[in-house]
Nanobody, 117 residues
Framework: VQLQASGGGLVQAGGSLRLSCAAS????????MRWYRQAPGKQRELVAS??????????DYADSVKGRFTISREYAKNTVYLQMNSLKPEDTAVYYC?????????WGQGTQVTVSS
């Protein structure tokens, strides 16, 4: 399984970006799916996670992004999104998508998000 992340860029504080993570396989078989980020000199941290059970998706967020970021799946496109609103300079990082399938974890390449003050 390959994951392709995109959508990063440079944005002013208060702005929005939507990251996409396109999978080469059906995301119906990938559970959970997550977004992580890593800022320079810091450890990679979990930003958002979605777990599907039946017809219900359960979302979870880091405290630092709750109320501003939203993770979602689009099954028809085998894509997971991270909608990021009210961006802050401290959100600057490389963002990575992650998915688990068949007991194995898969990482996408990172996409850079830079928020200017």
């Amino acid at each position: 399984v390959q994951l392709q992340a995109s959508g990063g860029g440079l944005v002013q504080a208060g702005g929005s970006l939507r990251l996409s993570c396109a999978a080469s396989a059906s995301i119906s078989s990938m559970n959970p799916m997550r977004w992580y980020r890593q800022a320079p000199g810091k450890q990679r941290e979990l930003v958002a996670s979605v777990i599907s059970s039946g017809n219900t998706n359960y979302e979870d967020y880091a405290d630092s992004v709750k109320g501003r970021f939203t993770i979602s799946r689009e099954y028809a496109k085998n894509t997971v999104y991270l909608q990021m609103n009210s961006l802050k300079p401290e959100d600057t990082a490389v963002y990575y998508c992650y998915g688990m399938a068949g007991g194995r974890g898969y990482w996408g390449q990172g996409t850079q998000v830079t928020v200017s003050s």
